[in-house]
């Protein structure tokens, strides 16, 4: 296979790999909030593990769902993603789900801010320019003073923020970590912490709703599969900017499913967020800075590619760090 063609087939993959994240969250939004958070968090964990055969790397142990090169990153993946996919399910539920996507867009710019504190990453003024882009964005669309705000504004904010710190790990861990413990940290830190949650406040949920919470972990599971596929087949850089097509699904579901609708200046932020990210993107791609392993966490909100290098050493088995993803 030519390079031009394999690189199309991963594109079309990850525009693929988007479009079931975007469904998964649609799931979410069909059970109507009759379903606790942590519940869902808890079931759709589960679920979710239909796809750590197809992460386990040749040569991996299943042990290395636990074990780690740094025991404290791995423990705030862990937290990270328990309290990203909470947060994310309370964002679909509450919200709109352009309003949900445009907010959790916010993820470059929260990497950029806390790569320049934890990573001491230079940051030149073009990515400061896109982060206040994409946080002016974000005013358009909330309009605070203007319209009531919610818990799902505030859950939106720290999905994505979450999310942001959990890329930020995975660049600090750096190829070593293995993709297996990766996903297996936020996998097993949602297992965990929303099975303690949820102790308080159950439901038995009917085969309807059964249907729905069952779609939203294993469209997520299979969400990262294709988006580890896409990562094999081309570079970093094709395979991220895709993500943003997860707002035209938004839009489409929003109008054809749940009534929902947009005005002028939603739309405005909207297109002002997603400048913002695709800014960043191209300003990573410049400088070379390299994007996260393809390793979404059990909350699928964060979907990012993984360079062309990682995926190359991801194929070796004899490497000890074959891994491979981030939403955002």
């Not at 979710?48 to 705030?76: E, M, Q, Y």
């Amino acid at each position: 296979m030519t390079a031009p063609s394999s690189a199309l087939r991963g594109v079309l993959v990850a525009f693929g790999a988007y479009a079931v994240f975007a469904f998964s969250d649609a799931s979410i939004k069909l059970l109507h909030g009759g379903v606790p958070a942590y519940q869902i968090a808890f079931i759709g964990a589960l679920f979710g593990g239909a796809a750590l055969p197809f992460i386990k790397g040749r040569g991996d142990s299943w042990f290395d769902i636990v074990r780690s090169t740094n025991r404290p990153l791995w423990l705030l993946r862990f937290a990270c993603g328990a309290i990203g996919a909470i947060a994310s399910i309370i964002t679909f539920t509450k919200l709109p789900m352009a309003e949900a996507f445009c907010l959790l867009f916010l993820l470059p710019s929260f990497v950029t801010i806390l790569s320049v504190i934890f990573l001491r990453e230079d940051v030149r003024w073009q990515r400061w320019a896109a982060v206040i882009v994409g946080f002016f964005g974000v005013l358009v669309v909330l309009r605070p003073g203007f319209r009531e705000l919610s818990a799902g504004h505030l859950a939106a904010a720290i999905g994505g923020l979450v999310a942001a710190i959990s890329i930020v790990v995975m660049r600090k861990m750096g190829p070593a970590e293995k993709r297996l413990s990766l996903y297996g940290a936020a996998l097993l830190g949602t297992i965990a912490v929303s099975g303690i949650l949820m102790l308080s406040e159950m439901v038995v949920p009917t085969p309807r709703q059964w249907l729905f919470i069952a779609s939203y972990g294993l469209l997520g599971a299979a969400g990262n599969v294709m988006l580890m596929t896409a990562a094999r087949l081309a570079p970093a850089n094709l395979v991220a900017p895709p993500q943003y097509s997860q707002m035209l699904w938004a839009i489409a579901f929003g109008y054809l499913i749940f009534d929902d609708s947009i005005d002028l200046p939603m739309a405005a932020g909207i297109v002002l967020i997603v400048c913002s990210g695709l800014l960043t993107l191209a300003r990573e791609k410049k400088r070379g800075t390299p994007l996260p392993r393809a390793v979404v966490s059990a909350d699928s909100q964060a979907p990012l590619a993984t360079s062309a290098e990682e995926t190359d050493h991801a194929e070796r088995p004899a490497q000890s760090g074959s891994h491979a993803v981030s939403h955002a």
